[in-house]
Structure formats: structure tokens, C-alpha cells
């Protein structure tokens, strides 16, 4: 038997009232109190579908809070509320990461050099290794294309079936080969790209570290 009573929110209900609904019901059941849009209370053994999802308080037997149980919209501001800051701690955590990472730099620049000379040096002596390995690859690349067209000016004139195959196998090889030696060639020009930008940023930084220390030694 569902059984429910109605209070007006600026008051508080009795401890009379809630043991006679304590009484009235079975002993199994639970006691709910919710609040309309009225702003009247209610007591009742069940809640109502149509404020189920507007949030609503499970008693005790005394009359006592058992459990709250929050409004749809409520959970969904937390929810909401929980993922910034999921988003801003996140944002954070990468600022600090940029942050650590930058002054390590600093102090590898600071110790790896002593001038924009020396920083200038090695620089260009990584740069010019990272051309000759390019310009090596691009020697074998040639080589290989050249082998190639000779084999397949072979394979077009030969009129012997196994010849022809054992050609066809070598040319395949060949086609991987070149294929290899490209993506090597490729590989080694992105690489002196990083290089080039690489070089330009920390000779900016580390001119304005020594720019720095000076003015800290006045």
C-alpha cells in the first residue's frame, strides 16, 4: 500500500508524523522524502516516476538521512564539472612537461657550449654528414636504376622461358631495392630539416642564455 503525506518545506516534519508512517508501512520498505516544484514536502514508501530523476532523500526509520540521491541535472553539472578539470589538469600537466623539457635544454646548451661558435660548429659538421649519407644513397640509387634498365632491356629481348623468369626475379629484387634506397633518401632529407630548425632555435636560445648570464653578472 503506498502511502504519502505532505508537509510544507519551512517546516520541519514531527517525529510523530514519520512514526506513523514508519508504522503504516511494511517493515521491508523504505520511507522517501522529496521536495516538489511548490516547494512542498513528501513522504511516501515509493518515489514517483515523474521525480525520480529530480533527486530525492532515502530515510531512516527515525527519520534520519539513509542516502541522497541526487537530480539528473545535478549529476550531469558534476559530471560535466569532473571532466574540466580532468581537461585542465591535463593542459597543466603539458605545461609543466614544456616547461621542464625547455630548461633542460638550457642546461644541456649551457653545458655542451661555450660560444655560438662552437654551438655553429657542430651544426654544421651534423648537417654536412647528414648530406654526404644522401648524397651515398643517391649514388647506390643510380647505380641500381642503371642496373635495372640494362636487365630489363635483357628480360624484353630474351626469347629463352627461363631466362626470362630468372631476369623477372632479378628485376623484382631491383624494384624493392630502389624502393628501400628512396625511402632512405627521404628519410635523411626530413632528417636535415630537423636539423636546419633545430640549429636555428638553439642558437636563438643560446645566444639569449649567455645574453642572460651576462646581465645576471653585473
Known sequence: MKIITTIKATHKP?????????????????????????????????????VSQKGHIELNENGTKKKVVISAEKRKKIREQKL???????????????????????????????????????????????????????????????KLERLEQRHERS?????KEALGKKIDDLLDSLTVYQQAITENYVEKEKLK????????????????????QK
Open 197 to 216: 630548425k633545430e640549429f636555428a632555435e638553439n642558437l636563438t636560445r643560446f645566444t639569449e642564455l649567455l645574453t642572460l648570464q651576462k646581465q645576471a
Open 159 to 163: 626469347k629463352n622461358a627461363q631466362t
Open 84 to 146: 574540466l578539470e580532468i581537461a585542465q589538469s591535463k593542459e597543466q600537466a603539458a605545461k609543466k612537461k614544456q616547461q621542464d623539457l625547455k630548461e633542460m635544454r638550457d642546461i644541456q646548451l649551457l653545458n655542451m657550449f661555450t660560444t655560438p661558435e662552437e654551438l655553429i660548429k657542430v651544426y654544421n659538421s651534423k648537417l654536412e654528414m647528414t648530406e654526404e649519407s644522401i648524397n651515398l644513397l643517391k649514388a647506390r640509387h643510380k647505380r641500381q636504376s642503371q
Open 14 to 50: 514531527g517525529l510523530i508524523t514519520l512514526l506513523m508512517l514508519a508504522l503504516a508501512m511494511p517493515a521491508s520498505a523504505a520511507l522517501y522524502r522529496w521536495t516538489d516544484q511548490n516547494g512542498k514536502v513528501h513522504y511516501s514508501d515509493k518515489v514517483p516516476q515523474k
